[in-house]
């Protein structure tokens, strides 16, 4: 249902990602792991457009566009169907959290301002903090500005949630209420993209674990798998260091 083929991007004259062939099923949990400035990043934000990609097919549903010509009207459909979570959170400082989740909605979505934040306090409902409807993201802990940062991807109702590192920024103790809400995604089988360092969430939860390094695609496999006997040199090196 999202197929990337070709993907390349350049920054100066380095290839960051040279040529990622990737498709994911609906309901799909892939894990993308590798070594730090090997292009996790730029991956999940190209099939975002928050990069422009230098080449390659993107098809996510019916859109299916050469990268370096989609139009206007192409990257706002790719986005809808794409959902990103931030390592950082990216919360609107003077915004509620119920806000935050309807901000979407009424901007991109052009839903009225009722029916979004209907919606919104549903998805505090399911992320466990109805409470903190109208609490702004300071007064929160780093665990409950994330749930609310995928409670915003969770209402966009996109095909895919892009996770980037969504554990990395967070103080130890709040990891778990974190990963758990990404578990619960899981098992509503919400199609995931994960870069994480969070091998035991890798193990648990992926279907797929995908191995990048140097802007390429090295090895992948079902955790089973490639945990236990990777095939490629390179991938037993990384397991090695951070198992
Ligand atoms: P990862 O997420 O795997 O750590 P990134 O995708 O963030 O890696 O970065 C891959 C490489 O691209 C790194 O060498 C990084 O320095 C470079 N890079 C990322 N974004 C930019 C940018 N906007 N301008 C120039 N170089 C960039
Ligand atoms: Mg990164």
Aim: aromatic share 6%; charged share 25%; hydrophobic share 45%.
């Amino acid at each position: 249902m999202i197929k990337v083929t070709g993907l390349v991007k350049r920054f100066g004259g380095t290839a960051v990602l040279d040529g990622i062939d990737l498709a994911i099923e609906q309901g799909e949990i892939i894990v993308v792991i590798g070594p730090s400035g090997t292009g996790k990043s730029t991956l999940l934000r190209c099939l975002n457009f928050l990069e422009r990609p230098d080449a390659g097919r993107l098809t996510i549903g019916d859109l299916d566009v050469d990268v370096t010509r989609a139009s206007r009207a192409d990257i706002l459909t790719a986005r809808r169907r794409t959902a990103f979570v931030f390592q950082n959170y990216a919360l609107f400082a003077n915004k509620t959290a119920l806000e935050n989740i309807a901000e979407g909605l009424i901007v991109v979505n052009r839903w009225p301002k009722e029916k979004a934040h209907a919606r919104a306090r549903e998805i505090l409902e399911r992320i466990g903090l109805a409470d903190k409807a109208d609490a702004y993201p300071a007064s929160l802990s780093g665990g409950q500005q994330q749930r609310v940062g995928i409670g915003r991807a969770m209402a966009a109702q996109a095909e895919v949630i892009l996770f980037d590192e969504p554990t990395s920024s967070l103080d130890p103790e709040w990891v778990e209420e974190v990963l758990n809400l990404m578990k619960q995604l899981a098992r509503e089988r919400q199609t995931m993209l994960v870069v994480t360092h969070e091998m035991s969430f890798a193990r648990d939860v992926a279907d797929r674990v995908i191995f990048m390094e140097g802007g390429r695609i090295v090895e992948q496999g079902p955790p089973d798998q490639l945990f236990s006997s990777p095939q490629d040199p390179r991938t037993r090196d990384f397991l090695h260091k951070v198992l």
